[in-house]
């Protein structure tokens, strides 16, 4: 069974903090990982896609992949209360689909 | 912008009824899928198809069977329904196997 684990939160920051969720994954054939953001009522919508090792920032967001030790993150820069959600980390391997995690509740007060 | 449709938003259904849910996307992806979301279980996947005809179950196929005569639609059935399936079911498209997954607005099913 493929898994994708995260802390379920909430993980609480203060507005202009950097927030960081974690996300680890069983299955070392894991090639593209995802990172969702699904406001509450909300269907999830891609925030940011990674492949290669190391870092890839988008604006406020950066996301970290080590596949060695099966590993993913995403950092928010200069958190905002709009960026208050539940976050869900996806892992696809190869003649599968998307496994999600079940996501990190992150709130954000001002 | 990819729209990804699902007929209905809310049901009410009664115990071993048929349900059928539909899923119509717009912009010609190969790629559809079937989720069902829990509070605390998060997104499993139920279904997906990779080309018409096509199906694979994924984790929790169980009690859930599906239809893709068409490219653009994925149907959802299930044949028997009771209260352990009364869940927020996602459809949802993409262009690539492992790219983006672009979701409908779901179907919020409620198992009587």
């Known amino acids: 069974q493929k898994e994708v684990e995260q802390n379920s939160g909430p993980l609480s920051v203060p507005e202009g903090a950097i927030a960081s969720l974690n996300c680890t994954y069983s299955?070392?054939?894991?090639?593209?990982f995802f990172w969702y953001r699904q406001y509450s009522g909300k269907s999830p919508e891609l925030i940011m896609f990674i492949y290669s090792n190391g870092d890839k920032e988008d604006g406020r967001f950066t996301a970290q992949l080590n596949k060695a030790s099966q590993y993913v993150s995403l950092l928010i820069r200069d958190s905002q209360p709009s960026d208050s959600a539940t976050y869900l980390c996806a892992v696809y391997q190869a003649g599968t689909a998307l496994i999600f995690g079940k996501g990190t509740t992150l709130s954000v007060s001002s | 912008d990819v729209k990804v449709t699902q007929s209905s938003r809310y049901l009410v259904k009664r115990t071993g009824e048929k349900v059928f849910l539909e899923c119509v996307q717009d912009m010609d992806h190969e790629n559809m899928f079937w989720y069902r979301q829990d509070p605390g279980l998060g997104l499993r996947l139920i279904y997906f198809?990779?080309?018409?005809?096509?199906?694979e179950k994924g984790d929790i196929p169980e009690g859930y069977s599906v239809s893709r005569e068409k490219k653009e639609r994925f149907s959802l059935i299930l044949e028997s329904a009771s209260t352990n399936q009364t869940s927020m079911y996602l459809c949802?498209?993409?262009?690539?196997?492992?790219?983006?997954?672009?979701f409908g607005e779901g179907s919020r099913l409620t198992v009587l």
């Open positions: 198809s990779y080309d018409v005809k096509m199906k």
């Open positions: 949802a498209s993409s262009f690539l196997g492992d790219g983006e997954l672009f």
């Open positions: 299955d070392r054939g894991s090639q593209s």
